[in-house]
């Protein structure tokens, strides 16, 4: 059974950081890239980032580069998102998910690459 935890939101103040975690199993980790996406109240689902772990390539939208990293624990089947110089723009839910392609086209079309979905974590941004 394909499992996708995603684990580590909170409440932060702007200018905080965060790690979200996301611990996956029933599946081989190097053939699907794992995505980090987020929605916000009465908002579209929006691509994050995303992280191939076949080549280490990694992918961001465009309003989290220079603020977020993406990585990988592979021994670990863990993908991780650091946060920082969180904005309360970044306030949402946060999901991680796996698939064939991520980052295709724009961000909040990535969803469409991605065959599995975890719950969500919320992170909230006090200003």
């Known amino acids: 059974e394909v499992q996708l935890q995603a684990s580590g939101g909170g409440l932060v103040q702007t200018g905080g950081s965060l790690r979200l975690s996301c611990a996956a199993s029933g599946f081989t980790f190097d053939d699907y890239e794992i995505g980090w996406f987020r929605q916000a109240p009465g908002k579209e689902r929006e691509g994050v980032s995303c992280?191939?772990?076949?080549?280490?390539?990694?992918d961001y939208v465009d309003s989290v580069k220079g603020r977020f990293t993406i990585s990988s624990d592979n021994a670990k089947n863990t993908v991780y998102l650091q946060m920082s110089s969180l904005k309360p723009e970044d306030t949402g839910v946060y999901y991680c998910a796996a698939g064939r392609v991520c980052g295709l086209g724009i961000p909040e079309a990535w969803h469409y690459g991605m065959d599995y979905w975890g719950k969500g974590t919320q992170v909230t941004v006090s200003s």
């Open positions: 992280f191939s772990s076949s080549d280490g390539s990694t």
